[in-house]
């Protein structure tokens, strides 16, 4: 499906600072909604004058009328109840709120619509189609006043340009739900309705008498456990709630904040009409037990990096011990073997000092191999017969699970320095190797190609006596289900390696 911003570039002509007003709305406006318990659509007017929806949001707080997406579609298209709303173009040409004057039938329903001009600098952008049923005969709750009267507010916000604020959020928070808690207050920051999930999350807080008319800020902030955020919390909802200016962009009007017992997303949402305050909105989540579970995260990932810290460690004492065991030797062979036992347990080690500072179980594979060849040319390039080795990558390998990255690193490095041992062992000229990669949604592959001697004619690898190469093919064969194919290079010249490893 098309985002936004694709539909806007689409149809309209809008500038950016306008498409970005209308960004910030669609990201809001699930608040409006749930407040509103009605669906809204967003209509703009295309390049040919014509009327389309681009965003559609339906109630968490009600049954939604609209059956089918309307994304795409043309205002004037009779299929929804919305479809056929004349007061969408209305509301362009006025620039004011519009309104049917009696409840529409739709179906078995009455349904009141509506449409409100979204104005940025004087000038009218988009309209709001809002389509909910209709008030019965009953008086409504003080739950559902309280929202409807926060939503009107909104609304006339948007008219002037006002709603949504340019709001920073530098923390990352989540945006509390009118559902998670409601608070209403008035321009004096005191508590004109509470919902009762709000009231649960400031009694889980520690407060144990009624909100009734007490102001919120010094509530709050008598709860707290940080001096520094009662501070904070208390300047954050008497801005929100009173005449003063609001707050620039970089101060945000969200907080998570820890009380003696509890922990709470708050979120204030200033309600200003005409230049004057009606109080403001405050959302309310209690968050405790999301972030006990989050902590217990945090300590799990600690755990796991530094058991893959202390496996490096080992590893690398089990290196220090082979390398002291090989120069207490008189024997070519076992020199020549325990470097080799050095050079596979440290290629091992790498990949857990990479993980050991990972916040996750993957591991940035062309990282590994730009460390991991100079370190094969350091200790076997000496013994080639070549003048010179150059190992360079070619294109990214990308980010493997661990499970899938350990073992590979394992096969390059047996790869490599087979190349740079047996592949340049009669060759007096300077040796190239490349390290390339080409990967899809399917599957990775890698090629190592060199310039040295090549392979033999007839070459099986499933026969070879090469220790690195029999290694090579039960990695690829068992750990990493894949496949691999070592053949002389373009026109007979070196060879090329390929591994195929699936990723799913």
């Known amino acids: 499906m098309a985002t936004l911003h694709d539909l806007l570039a689409e149809h309209t002509d809008l500038a950016d600072r306008e498409a970005a007003h209308l960004q910030r709305l669609v990201a809001e406006w699930q608040l409006l909604a749930d407040l509103s318990f009605a669906d809204y659509v967003l209509a703009v007017r295309s390049s040919d004058g014509r009327l389309v929806y681009v965003a559609q949001v339906r109630p968490n707080t009600a049954s939604t009328l609209f ?31 519009e309104r049917d004057g009696v409840p529409q039938r739709f179906g078995d329903l009455l349904i009141d619509r509506i449409a409100v001009p979204v104005v940025v600098d004087g000038a009218v952008i988009a309209v709001l189609g809002r389509t909910g049923a209709a008030g019965s005969a009953l008086p409504p709750s003080p739950l559902e006043s309280a929202y409807r009267d ?23 928070l989540s945006t509390p739900r009118a559902g998670d808690g409601f608070i209403r207050l008035n321009r004096d920051g005191r508590v004109v309705y509470a919902s009762p999930n709000a009231l649960s999350a400031v009694h889980r807080m520690g407060w144990t008498a009624e909100l009734g008319a007490v102001r919120l800020d010094d509530m709050i902030a008598e709860l707290l456990t940080d001096p520094f955020d009662a501070v ?40 200003r009409c005409a230049g004057a305050s009606r109080g403001a909105v405050v959302l309310i989540r209690d968050v405790t037990e999301v972030k006990r579970r989050d902590l217990a995260l945090i300590s799990k990932d600690a755990t796991i990096r530094e058991i893959h810290h202390r496996v490096k460690n080992n590893l690398q004492s089990v290196s220090a011990l082979l390398r002291l065991q090989a120069r ?21 080690a790498l990949v857990h000092e990479m993980l050991s500072g990972s916040v996750d179980e993957e591991v940035d594979l062309d990282a590994v191999v730009d460390r991991l060849i100079p ?101 690829v064969s068992n750990d990493l289900q894949g496949q691999v194919a070592i053949t002389p290079g373009p026109d007979r010249v070196g060879t090329v390696v390929e591994l195929r490893i699936p990723l799913h």
């Open 232 to 271: 904070d919390v208390s300047g954050m909802l008497a801005v929100a709630a009173s005449d003063q200016p609001l707050p620039p962009p970089d101060l945000p009007l969200r907080m998570e904040l820890d009380a003696r017992r509890a922990s709470v997303l708050i979120r204030a949402v200033p309600l």
């Open 67 to 97: 059956q089918h997406d309307e994304v795409g579609h043309r205002v004037d298209a009779p299929s929804v109840p919305q479809g056929a709303n004349p007061q969408v173009a209305q509301a362009f040409a006025s620039g004011r709120i």
């Open 328 to 348: 207490r030797s008189d024997n070519p062979e076992t020199i020549g073997a325990l470097g080799e036992a050095v050079r596979r347990v440290s290629s091992i």
């Open 375 to 475: 370190t094969l040319v350091d200790v076997w390039a000496p013994s080639s017969g070549a003048d010179a080795v150059t190992i360079r990558r070619g294109s990214r390998l990308g980010v493997l699970p661990a499970d899938l990255a350990m073992p590979l690193v394992q096969v390059l490095t047996e790869v490599v320095q087979n190349s740079i041992e047996h592949g340049f062992a009669d060759s007096r000229e300077s040796a190239r190797i490349v390290v390339d990669g080409e990967r899809d949604l399917r599957g990775l592959t890698v090629r190592v190609t060199d310039n040295g001697v090549g392979v033999p004619a007839g070459f099986d690898l499933t026969m070879s006596t090469s220790l690195g190469l029999q290694i090579v093919n039960t990695i």
């Open 150 to 172: 926060a939503a009107e507010a909104l609304c006339q916000m948007v008219v002037e340009g006002t709603f949504p604020l340019d709001e920073a959020n530098t923390l990352g």
